[in-house]
């Protein structure tokens, strides 16, 4: 599976942390991390909206509302619920 890569010291080591993407199938178009918890992640591809609560462990799921690519996902600051997604037209 398509892994994000970690550091906590700057740069010097590096963990995986995966996802439910098999490699070759999507791209991942938008990352981000919840301001308040930077345990929960956020990712997109062209269809479908990843959340993960506890730094990558498990994952949810939602297709998106759209045929627009995502290209940018930011979550709320005060209410982590609330999730805004910026997209583009597709390329033909």
């Known amino acids: 599976n398509y892994a994000f890569l970690e550091t906590k010291n700057g740069g ?3 963990k995986e942390i ?3 993407i098999t490699p070759g199938t999507t791209p991942v178009t ?3 991390l919840a301001s308040r918890n930077a345990d929960h992640f956020y990712l997109a591809t062209a ?5 993960s ?3 990558g462990k498990t994952w949810t799921t939602s297709l998106l ?3 627009k ?3 940018a996902i930011l979550v709320d600051a005060k209410d982590e ?3 805004y997604l910026g997209v583009n037209k597709q390329k033909k």
């Open 12 to 14: 010097k080591d590096w």
């Open 18 to 20: 995966k996802s439910l």
């Open 30 to 32: 938008a990352f981000t």
């Open 47 to 51: 269809t479908t909206l990843y959340r």
């Open 53 to 55: 609560r506890d730094h």
């Open 65 to 67: 509302p759209t045929t």
């Open 69 to 71: 690519r995502p290209s």
């Open 81 to 83: 619920k609330l999730v």
